[in-house]
């Protein structure tokens, strides 16, 4: 598709002029409407958390509190960005530059549907994500030191070690998927679970699926592991000097990354974009119509949805308790099932290992 | 020692006490009305009901001597339903409003009613109203509420001796009253108000403008006559809303005369002096302390070159600390023209020495004491708690003799009573009839009065204001100490004004330079006046006024604005009222008294104290680096001049002028005009008309023929 | 090792995790409790603590005696009064000041007040900008009690037994 586009540009101009063009293109098809998608989904919190307790959640400004996010956004920019006496300045403001760029540079290779609708069809895609997002933790140990105060230090030192802890579990979640798939494109891990809802890899990886999707939690300081920002505890944690846009940057950059983990479970264990009907006679025609970005953005709202739902549900974690659970049960878990795999690997077990 | 149970708790007691005291020492608190430890026992309001073994009925504690072996209960079912009985009759006819009422917060029938009374009345019938007496300006009635406990009736027969409230009727009507419209005038009045258990008897000058949660206590000394009364000065922020008695046993037990409770309104005067001014050509402008300071150090350092030519004079109702700094600054600059004795007119003693103003008895000796001569003395008017101490020991049997120029009021029975125009004639006889006992010529009364002075065991003369203030003082002086030294009575010039004692100790005293008769007579070219209303404050204010008139600077450290001052002086600087500054006060018996400041100065005032600190380092005077008053007084005690050349009256040769001095009627200092703020209390000068007195002593001697 | 299995079993399947996401599940799809504030109305007791007015007797005596009762017993010391006597001889107030940023509703002062003069209406839509305004004086606060006075009596008679 934008090769298409490059091809047409470089016939007027430059190539490396058509280039730049076309990836300025794609960043802007990407993050446009992820920003949008951030924006509403903080409205979407709100909205569900308040129902859970009964209530109606922000309903005044438009159409049932439609405008929200954006009186939000207007309200954040014209806040004053306070720039602490005693913090490192340089550090203080390249903080959340640190903090946003990973989260939105991990979507160069999240693929939205087959027939490579993707910016980057790499064949490491899953080694990049899982880098990219990592770099995200300086992003809030720099914020923490920077600003120079011992609550948002505190929240700084939470989030690495919490950070570090959790990816070891992902990590391995991950292994078995790519042990199942044989590939680290993440077109062809989709590709890869053709065939049906049972055939997709949360039916074989169960375990590595819950795992997964709680280390996502982890790794995006949600509810229940939210011991980071913990606002009883350390009243806001890393960011708890910033304001302003400075703070809504960091907003940004922990939605985005909710959405990426989100995305990356649907693709990993979910079938991306599959039909959930496929294989199933009458089903899989009245549903043929429907376009497999419908399906996985369908499959990935679910996965949001659930982040909400914990928030709502689940009291925070007492960090030795975090990292006990880090450490001691989901580690040993997915190393268990990495051998299990290998078994069900070996013997070809069902349709998954063929 | 006998032992008795109370509540369980075994007492030891005397013999023959009253329950309720007994009761009262071992901290058991009894409810009561009527009693006080003061007044006599009256037992009518029933309200300290108590259960006593063996006794068929509930009985009153205030009225019940205690036996060996007795046992009560305060608090069994009979003694409660007893007190509670009471108190529903009590609450009957008392009014519900306390809201409005002055005693509300202080009323002991409130505080008893909330542990005793009823929250519904069970009687529904009309209550019983009052007619409010009109009793004066400073005491205001609501007899509605009057339980009829009689503490202010048994006050007026036995403390005030005037039984200025009785009570007529009885039952539902009985009422307390004057029974004929009159004012209640005697000079101890105000107790009553403090007696008074209920708002029946409220004070007026206070009347609703505050209320007692409001009030700060700040401890005090009244500066208003040499008995040095422990006042509670109660301030509601920084006002100054009334002055109460503190108990203080020894010297005003627990009541305090109205010149010391009501003068308090002369704080609050419209008259106070609230900026410092200075005169330029005749003209006066408000200046700021600084200015108007430096322009009175410039001053005084030009009239210091002709230090004879300055006179620096105090009233005694300054503190102790002030006197002691004004000395030192006048000294300091070479001055020796220095006087608080206002009053006296007769300097004709000082090249011997300065007599010492003393009462050398304690007020429980005065009790005591087996017979006293009062020469020359309204003692009820110029020392109140003095005579009301006087009073009690004659009423004991002691025997009380006075000379006086006119035939006082006095609340209890003189026994030997000389009223005569010519003091000195009358001593002289005393004299004559301690010498020759024998003789016929002499008049019954004064051998009554020799007789009395020499055969008791303890006897005491006390000279008072009318003696000090005559032109014969030193005649009187050297009679009445003949006297003391035939009889062995002892005898006492009294200390009239609040510091008169201060100033003698810390020798503001005119020691090698003019009294305030030659300062006044001799042209001066300067006068430092010190809270002084030389008009009314000094004998003959005519001459005062006249010389300051005459002299080129005047300084007036002043509490009041008036006209007559902005006549005369040419700097006035707003200094603190007793309850605005820092000090000591030393009374008659020679007990300091030291006390806090309770508010702060009015308007741009300042403590004298820190003024003449300020002034002293102006005129570059050593040691006045002080930082707190107490430092002062510390100084004083240090550099005590109780050494100096005392007076031995017997060895002066005083001649006695037998010719007759020619008498002028010349008022006497009223009782409530003793001071500036006394003179600027409302409340007490609307009262002082109604004591309405014109006093005569003899004016100034002119020799005839 | 029944009961260890029991709870391996527990554990290992979220079970309780489920039963509480169960329960927020539920309450998602209950019907809101949300009151829509300036449309609709949440119903207001007598005994309600709004904005204080100053009452009079109906022959148009002020009832306030200045006893003072309120300024003592306010816990936030918003009230403030000054007194004096009145020509007439009665207690009146010169002064009677109430504080709304101070004062935090807690209706001691109507209570401890003998003549029901002091009252807290059922008025509470109201706001101050600044500190000046704040200070309810002793003219605005009759005057409110003047203007809401069949409401505040209606409201005293209905408690009137519970008192």
Same mark, same amino acid.
């Not at chain 1, 989100?262 to 899989?284: H, K, N, Q, V």
């Not at chain 2, 006048?330 to 000082?350: E, K, M, P």
């Given at each position: 598709?934008?090769?298409?586009?490059?091809?047409?540009?470089?016939?007027?101009?430059?190539?490396?002029?058509?280039?730049?063009?076309?990836?300025?293109?794609?960043?802007?098809?990407?993050?446009?409407?992820?920003?949008?998608?951030?924006?509403?989904?903080?409205?979407?919190?709100?909205?569900?958390?308040?129902?859970?307790?009964?209530?109606?959640?922000?309903?005044?400004?438009?159409?049932?509190?439609?405008?929200?996010?954006?009186?939000?956004?207007?309200?954040?920019?014209?806040? #004053?960005?306070?720039?602490?006496?005693?913090?490192?300045?340089?550090?203080?403001?390249?903080?959340?530059?640190?903090?946003?760029?990973?989260?939105?540079?991990?979507?160069?290779?999240?693929?939205?549907?087959?027939?490579?609708?993707?910016?980057?069809?790499?064949?490491?895609?899953?080694?990049?994500?899982?880098?990219?997002?990592?770099?995200?933790?300086?992003?809030?140990?720099?914020?923490?030191?920077?600003?120079?105060?011992?609550?948002?230090?505190?929240?700084?030192?939470?989030?690495?070690?919490?950070?570090?802890?959790? #990816?070891?579990?992902?990590?391995?979640?991950?292994?078995?998927?790519?042990?199942?798939?044989?590939?680290?494109?993440?077109?062809?891990?989709?590709?890869?679970?053709?065939?049906?809802?049972?055939?997709?890899?949360?039916?074989?990886?169960?375990?590595?699926?819950?795992?997964?999707?709680?280390?996502?939690?982890?790794?995006?300081?949600?509810?229940?592991?939210?011991?980071?920002?913990?606002?009883?505890?350390?009243?806001?944690?890393?960011?708890?000097?910033?304001?302003?846009?400075?703070?809504?940057?960091?907003?940004?950059?922990?939605? %985005?990354?909710?959405?990426?983990?989100?995305?990356?479970?649907?693709?990993?264990?979910?079938?991306?974009?599959?039909?959930?009907?496929?294989?199933?006679?009458?089903?899989?025609?009245?549903?043929?119509?429907?376009?497999?970005?419908?399906?996985?953005?369908?499959?990935?709202?679910?996965?949001?949805?659930?982040?909400?739902?914990?928030?709502?549900?689940?009291?925070?974690?007492?960090?030795?308790?975090?990292?006990?659970?880090?450490?001691?049960?989901?580690?040993?878990?997915?190393?268990?099932?990495?051998?299990?795999?290998?078994?069900?690997?070996?013997?070809?077990?069902?349709?998954?290992?063929? | 020692?006998?032992?008795?149970?109370?509540?369980?708790?075994?007492?030891?007691?005397?013999?023959?006490?009253?329950?309720?005291?007994?009761?009262?020492?071992?901290?058991?608190?009894?409810?009561?009305?009527?009693?006080?430890?003061?007044?006599?026992?009256?037992?009518?309001?029933?309200?300290?009901?108590?259960?006593?073994?063996?006794?068929?009925?509930?009985?009153?504690?205030?009225?019940?001597?205690?036996?060996?072996?007795?046992?009560?209960?305060?608090?069994?079912?009979?003694?409660?339903?007893?007190?509670?009985?009471?108190?529903?009759?009590?609450?009957?006819?008392?009014?519900?409003?306390?809201?409005?009422?002055?005693?509300?917060?202080?009323?002991?029938?409130?505080?008893?009613?909330?542990?005793?009374?009823?929250?519904?009345?069970?009687?529904?019938?009309?209550?019983?109203?009052?007619?409010?007496?009109?009793?004066?300006?400073?005491?205001?009635?609501?007899?509605?509420?009057?339980?009829?406990?009689?503490?202010?009736?048994?006050?007026?027969?036995?403390?005030?001796?005037?039984?200025?409230?009785?009570?007529?009727?009885?039952?539902?009507?009985?009422?307390?009253?004057?029974?004929?419209?009159?004012?209640?005038?005697?000079?101890?009045?105000?107790?009553?108000?403090?007696?008074?258990?209920?708002?029946?008897?409220?004070?007026?000058?206070?009347?609703?403008?505050?209320?007692?949660?409001?009030?700060?206590?700040?401890?005090?000394?009244?500066?208003?006559?040499?008995?040095?009364?422990?006042?509670?000065?109660?301030?509601?922020?920084?006002?100054?809303?009334?002055?109460?008695?503190?108990?203080?046993?020894?010297?005003?037990?627990?009541?305090?005369?109205?010149?010391?409770?009501?003068?308090?309104?002369?704080?609050?005067?419209?008259?106070?002096?609230?900026?410092?001014?200075?005169?330029?050509?005749?003209?006066?402008?408000?200046?700021?302390?600084?200015?108007?300071?430096?322009?009175?150090?410039?001053?005084?350092?030009?009239?210091?070159?002709?230090?004879?030519?300055?006179?620096?004079?105090?009233?005694?109702?300054?503190?102790?600390?002030?006197?002691?700094?004004?000395?030192?600054?006048?000294?300091?600059?070479?001055?020796?023209?220095?006087?608080?004795?206002?009053?006296?007119?007769?300097?004709?003693?000082?090249?011997?020495?300065?007599?010492?103003?003393?009462?050398?008895?304690?007020? %429980?000796?005065?009790?005591?004491?087996?017979?006293?001569?009062?020469?020359?003395?309204?003692?009820?008017?110029?020392?109140?708690?003095?005579?009301?101490?006087?009073?009690?020991?004659?009423?004991?049997?002691?025997?009380?003799?006075?000379?006086?120029?006119?035939?006082?009021?006095?609340?209890?029975?003189?026994?030997?009573?000389?009223?005569?125009?010519?003091?000195?004639?009358?001593?002289?006889?005393?004299?004559?009839?301690?010498?020759?006992?024998?003789?016929?010529?002499?008049?019954?009364?004064?051998?009554?009065?020799?007789?009395?002075?020499?055969?008791?065991?303890?006897?005491?003369?006390?000279?008072?204001?009318?003696?000090?203030?005559?032109?014969?003082?030193?005649?009187?002086?050297?009679?009445?100490?003949?006297?003391?030294?035939?009889?062995?009575?002892?005898?006492?010039?009294?200390?009239?004004?609040?510091?008169?004692?201060?100033?003698?100790?810390?020798?503001?005293?005119?020691?090698?330079?003019?009294?305030?008769?030659?300062?006044?007579?001799?042209?001066?070219?300067?006068?430092?006046?010190?809270?002084?209303?030389?008009?009314?404050?000094?004998?003959?204010?005519?001459?005062?006024?006249?010389?300051?008139?005459?002299?080129?600077?005047?300084?007036?450290?002043?509490?009041?604005?008036?006209?007559?001052?902005?006549?005369?002086?040419?700097?006035?600087?707003?200094?603190?009222?007793?309850?605005?500054?820092?000090?000591?006060?030393?009374?008659?018996?020679?007990?300091?008294?030291?006390?806090?400041?309770?508010?702060?100065?009015?308007?741009?005032?300042?403590?004298?104290?820190?003024?003449?600190?300020?002034?002293?380092?102006?005129?570059?005077?050593?040691?006045?680096?002080?930082?707190?008053?107490?430092?002062?007084?510390?100084?004083?005690?240090?550099?005590?001049?109780?050494?100096?050349?005392?007076?031995?009256?017997?060895?002066?040769?005083?001649?006695?002028?037998?010719?007759?001095?020619?008498?002028?009627?010349?008022?006497?200092?009223?009782?409530?005009?003793?001071?500036?703020?006394?003179?600027?209390?409302?409340?007490?000068?609307?009262?002082?008309?109604?004591?309405?007195?014109?006093?005569?002593?003899?004016?100034?001697?002119?020799?005839?023929? | 090792?029944?009961?260890?299995?029991?709870?391996?079993?527990?554990?290992?399947?979220?079970?309780?995790?489920?039963?509480?996401?169960?329960?927020?599940?539920?309450?998602?799809?209950?019907?809101?409790?949300?009151?829509?504030?300036?449309?609709?109305?949440?119903?207001?007791?007598?005994?309600?603590?709004?904005?204080?007015?100053?009452?009079?007797?109906?022959?148009?005596?002020?009832?306030?005696?200045?006893?003072?009762?309120?300024?003592?017993?306010?816990?936030?010391?918003?009230?403030?009064?000054?007194?004096?006597?009145?020509?007439?001889?009665?207690?009146?107030?010169?002064?009677?000041?109430?504080?709304?940023?101070?004062?935090?509703?807690?209706?001691?002062?109507?209570?401890?007040?003998?003549?029901?003069?002091?009252?807290?209406?059922?008025?509470?839509?109201?706001?101050?900008?600044?500190?000046?305004?704040?200070?309810?004086?002793?003219?605005?606060?009759?005057?409110?009690?003047?203007?809401?006075?069949?409401?505040?009596?209606?409201?005293?008679?209905?408690?009137?037994?519970?008192?």
């Amino acid at each position: 598709m934008f090769d298409a586009l490059q091809g047409w540009l470089s016939g007027y101009i430059f190539d490396w002029l058509a280039i730049l063009i076309t990836l300025l293109v794609q960043a802007i098809v990407v993050i446009m409407p992820l920003m949008l998608a951030v924006a509403y989904l903080t409205l979407a919190e709100r909205k569900v958390i308040g129902f859970m307790q009964i209530r109606m959640g922000p309903n005044r400004v438009g159409t049932l509190g439609l405008l929200q996010p954006i009186a939000d956004a207007l309200k954040l920019m014209n806040k #004053e960005i306070i720039l602490p006496s005693q913090s490192n300045l340089y550090l203080f403001i390249l903080a959340p530059t640190l903090a946003i760029a990973p989260a939105i540079a991990a979507w160069a290779v999240i693929p939205f549907n087959a027939d490579g609708v993707v910016v980057s069809d790499i064949n490491a895609g899953v080694l990049y994500v899982l880098a990219v997002s990592s770099i995200g933790v300086y992003g809030i140990i720099i914020s923490g030191w920077a600003s120079n105060s011992k609550y948002a230090f505190l929240g700084a030192m939470r989030a690495s070690a919490q950070k570090i802890s959790y #990816e070891i579990a992902m990590g391995f979640a991950l292994v078995t998927v790519l042990m199942v798939a044989d590939s680290m494109n993440l077109t062809e891990i989709v590709n890869a679970q053709k065939g049906g809802m049972l055939n997709w890899l949360w039916v074989p990886l169960l375990p590595m699926f819950v795992v997964y999707f709680i280390s996502g939690l982890a790794e995006t300081n949600r509810a229940p592991f939210d011991v980071a920002e913990g606002e009883s505890e350390i009243v806001a944690g890393f960011h708890v000097e910033y304001s302003g846009m400075a703070f809504a940057v960091f907003f940004l950059a922990e939605y %985005a990354m909710m959405i990426l983990i989100s995305f990356m479970t649907a693709i990993m264990f979910m079938g991306g974009w599959l039909s959930p009907f496929e294989g199933i006679p009458l089903l899989e025609d009245m549903f043929a119509w429907v376009s497999g970005f419908i399906w996985l953005v369908l499959k990935v709202s679910f996965l949001l949805f659930l982040f909400l739902w914990f928030r709502a549900t689940f009291p925070r974690y007492r960090y030795d308790q975090v990292m006990r659970l880090g450490w001691k049960v989901l580690i040993p878990v997915t190393i268990v099932w990495v051998f299990v795999v290998m078994i069900m690997e070996y013997f070809k077990f069902g349709p998954w290992f063929n | 020692m006998i032992k008795i149970e109370i509540n369980g708790q075994m007492v030891k007691a005397h013999e023959g006490d009253m329950l309720i005291d007994v009761a009262d020492d071992a901290h058991i608190a009894i409810p009561r009305f009527c009693y006080h430890k003061k007044l006599s026992i009256a037992a009518n309001c029933r309200m300290c009901l108590v259960e006593v073994e063996g006794a068929p009925k509930a009985l009153p504690a205030c009225a019940t001597p205690v036996t060996d072996g007795m046992k009560v209960q305060t608090k069994s079912v009979k003694a409660v339903a007893a007190q509670k009985s009471v108190m529903e009759f009590l609450l009957i006819n008392h009014p519900l409003d306390c809201p409005i009422c002055d005693q509300g917060g202080e009323c002991e029938l409130q505080d008893v009613a909330m542990q005793y009374g009823d929250d519904v009345s069970r009687f529904s019938e009309a209550k019983r109203v009052v007619a409010d007496k009109n009793i004066g300006a400073l005491i205001h009635t609501d007899m509605t509420r009057c339980i009829h406990c009689t503490r202010c009736v048994r006050f007026g027969q036995e403390i005030g001796g005037i039984m200025e409230l009785g009570a007529t009727g009885r039952s539902e009507w009985m009422e307390i009253g004057t029974y004929i419209e009159q004012s209640v005038i005697s000079e101890m009045s105000g107790n009553m108000i403090d007696l008074c258990p209920v708002g029946a008897l409220t004070s007026k000058p206070y009347r609703y403008s505050a209320r007692p949660w409001e009030l700060k206590s700040h401890h005090g000394i009244s500066p208003h006559d040499s008995i040095g009364s422990n006042i509670i000065i109660h301030a509601k922020g920084n006002d100054v809303k009334r002055v109460v008695p503190a108990d203080k046993e020894s010297i005003n037990e627990v009541w305090l005369s109205d010149r010391d409770r009501f003068a308090y309104e002369g704080i609050n005067s419209e008259d106070r002096l609230t900026a410092p001014m200075i005169k330029e050509n005749g003209k006066w402008r408000q200046v700021d302390w600084e200015t108007a300071l430096q322009f009175s150090a410039d001053k005084l350092k030009h009239y210091a070159a002709t230090p004879e030519m300055m006179g620096v004079l105090a009233s005694p109702t300054a503190t102790l600390e002030e006197l002691y700094l004004l000395q030192k600054i006048a000294r300091g600059l070479g001055v020796n023209n220095l006087d608080t004795r206002l009053r006296q007119q007769d300097f004709s003693l000082d090249s011997h020495g300065f007599v010492k103003p003393e009462l050398k008895h304690s007020f %429980a000796e005065v009790e005591k004491l087996d017979a006293t001569l009062l020469v020359g003395s309204y003692l009820r008017h110029e020392l109140p708690m003095l005579n009301h101490r006087l009073r009690k020991a004659q009423l004991a049997g002691k025997i009380v003799s006075s000379i006086n120029t006119e035939k006082f009021e006095i609340n209890y029975e003189i026994n030997n009573e000389v009223v005569a125009d010519d003091l000195l004639a009358e001593l002289q006889l005393v004299v004559d009839a301690l010498e020759k006992p024998e003789s016929n010529n002499i008049d019954k009364v004064y051998k009554k009065i020799a007789s009395s002075l020499s055969t008791a065991g303890k006897s005491s003369i006390m000279l008072g204001q009318i003696s000090l203030m005559d032109v014969n003082f030193t005649k009187i002086l050297k009679l009445t100490s003949d006297i003391a030294r035939l009889s062995g009575a002892v005898l006492n010039v009294l200390p009239i004004s609040a510091n008169d004692v201060g100033a003698y100790m810390v020798n503001f005293l005119p020691e090698k330079g003019k009294n305030i008769q030659q300062m006044l007579t001799t042209q001066m070219k300067a006068f430092v006046n010190l809270s002084l209303e030389a008009e009314s404050d000094i004998t003959d204010g005519k001459l005062a006024i006249e010389a300051m008139r005459k002299a080129e600077f005047v300084l007036n450290f002043s509490l009041f604005d008036s006209e007559i001052q902005r006549e005369y002086a040419d700097v006035l600087l707003p200094i603190a009222s007793f309850a605005e500054t820092a000090g000591t006060f030393v009374n008659a018996m020679g007990t300091k008294q030291s006390f806090k400041m309770a508010v702060e100065p009015q308007g741009d005032s300042k403590a004298a104290w820190k003024v003449f600190r300020v002034l002293g380092n102006m005129l570059d005077l050593e040691g006045f680096d002080y930082t707190h008053s107490n430092q002062v007084f510390a100084e004083v005690l240090e550099n005590n001049i109780e050494t100096k050349n005392e007076l031995v009256l017997e060895k002066i040769d005083i001649k006695i002028d037998k010719k007759k001095s020619i008498k002028n009627k010349t008022p006497l200092i009223s009782i409530y005009e003793v001071d500036s703020i006394t003179r600027r209390a409302t409340a007490l000068k609307t009262a002082s008309k109604a004591v309405s007195e014109t006093i005569i002593v003899t004016a100034p001697v002119q020799e005839v023929g | 090792m029944l009961a260890f299995l029991k709870h391996q079993f527990k554990t290992f399947t979220l079970l309780e995790l489920l039963k509480g996401m169960v329960i927020t599940g539920k309450y998602f799809l209950k019907k809101k409790i949300t009151v829509r504030y300036p449309e609709e109305k949440t119903p207001i007791s007598p005994r309600f603590r709004g904005h204080h007015a100053l009452r009079r007797y109906e022959g148009g005596e002020e009832r306030c005696i200045a006893c003072k009762l309120c300024e003592a017993v306010c816990p936030a010391n918003a009230i403030t009064i000054e007194f004096e006597q009145r020509d007439d001889g009665s207690r009146r107030t010169t002064q009677y000041d109430i504080d709304m940023f101070k004062c935090i509703y807690c209706g001691f002062c109507e209570e401890s007040c003998p003549t029901d003069a002091i009252v807290e209406t059922r008025v509470f839509e109201y706001e101050f900008h600044e500190r000046g305004p704040s200070i309810m004086t002793k003219d605005k606060l009759l005057d409110f009690g003047d203007k809401h006075e069949s409401q505040i009596a209606e409201d005293r008679a209905v408690d009137a037994k519970y008192r």
